[in-house]
């Protein structure tokens, strides 16, 4: 009776249109008042247990890093660099395109972040080149998504948060699949509009390029290589990624003031205001489902109409796919990944995986 009466909870929210937090939050004082002992005010004290951790700091970090760079003169001039270099090839306008999200990504960990910083600029180019409108929104929307899957990327990291899973091992293994993208995506932007030219190699521009954006080129070197030699946390990596954006804004390239960096800490504010409290009461749930050996429970149930990996690696990317068409990808992390990881490793699949 209790779990029908939590579905039909969730469905009149639903229907209601209410956010995702709200949501959550009412699920989760559900939860702990009629399923659990009564005690509402646990969900405080499991929330800030759960999210005190030094993990955490690099999701704001990696943000603010990333804004500061859009703001700022370095998402340009990595632009510039891409542009310099695929100028010749057939078209190159959307190679560099995808290549400019590529090497954001790895510098910002946010997929929107990434978007915003080359879609403002690389938009109007690509329409003004000839590109159909619709090709140029559906390859920057696609090249977009390359933060979420290159690291440093802030969805991996809350996987690992809610999964209790090696965040570097989770980089490591984005590598992979972000170039195969990558590579997918150049692919198919030759294949549809290949005979559109933008231009000749020209060794001074591509020189100029390269010294103008040698600062921005060397971050994602700096950031990515301290990860993976085990000389930084993905924290101390956040950290180091805004002093980095911070003192090549304001003392090499002088695009960004005190009121710039100001402001731009503001936006990034505002933007993780509306993540924090989902993320906060999806710990708190997690813990309060770990309590009750929900995830035992489910894999029990599951195990008995899921006889292999395949069907159950087809079973969760028909979810995925489902849920990704109503939420976003950090509230779906946060609500599925503690409940879909168990049945993962049930079957034998690894949690990176």
């Not at 990558?182 to 020189?207: F, N």
């Amino acid at each position: 009776m209790s779990a029908l009466l939590l579905v039909a909870l969730v469905l009149g929210l639903l229907v209601l249109r209410q956010p995702v937090v709200v949501i959550l939050g009412a699920v989760t004082a559900y939860c702990y008042a009629v399923i659990g002992d009564g005690e509402i005010g646990w969900i405080i004290v499991d929330a800030w247990e759960a999210a005190n951790r030094e993990l955490l700091l690099s999701i704001p970090l990696y943000v603010l890093a990333g804004n500061i760079m859009s703001r700022g003169a370095m998402a340009t001039r990595l632009i510039r660099v891409s542009q310099a270099l695929t100028a010749p090839v057939p078209g190159g306008l959307a190679i560099a395109t995808v290549l400019s999200c590529a090497l954001f990504a790895a510098v910002s960990g946010s997929g929107t972040v990434t978007l915003l910083a080359i879609g403002a600029v690389m938009y109007p180019a690509l329409v003004d080149a000839g590109y159909p409108r619709s090709f140029a929104l559906g390859l920057l929307c696609a090249g977009g998504t390359l933060g979420i899957i290159i690291p440093p990327s802030i969805p991996l990291i809350l996987y690992g948060v809610m999964t209790q899973t090696s965040v570097t091992g989770l980089f490591i293994a984005g590598i992979g699949p972000g170039l195969l993208l990558v590579t997918l995506l150049v692919a198919y932007s030759l294949a549809r509009y290949g005979r559109i030219r933008t231009g000749a190699w020209q060794r001074q521009e591509i020189r100029a390029a390269l010294k103008s954006g040698v600062w921005s080129l060397f971050m994602p070197v700096l950031i990515l290589g301290g990860i993976y030699s085990g000389y930084f946390t993905a924290t101390e990596s956040a950290a180091v990624a805004v002093v980095y954006a911070v003192l090549v804004e304001t003392l090499i390239h002088r695009q960004l003031g005190l009121r710039d960096l100001y402001a731009v800490t503001g936006e990034t504010v505002r933007l993780l205001g509306a993540l924090f409290p989902v993320l906060m009461l999806a710990l708190s749930l997690n813990m309060f489902l770990t309590y009750e050996q929900l995830p035992e429970t489910l894999v029990r149930s599951m195990s008995a109409w899921i006889d292999s990996p395949t069907m159950f690696l087809v079973l969760t990317n028909g979810l995925l796919l489902l849920v990704g068409c109503l939420v976003d990808i950090g509230s779906a992390i946060l609500i599925l990944a503690p409940l879909l990881q168990p049945l993962a490793v049930a079957q034998g699949i690894d949690p990176i995986h």
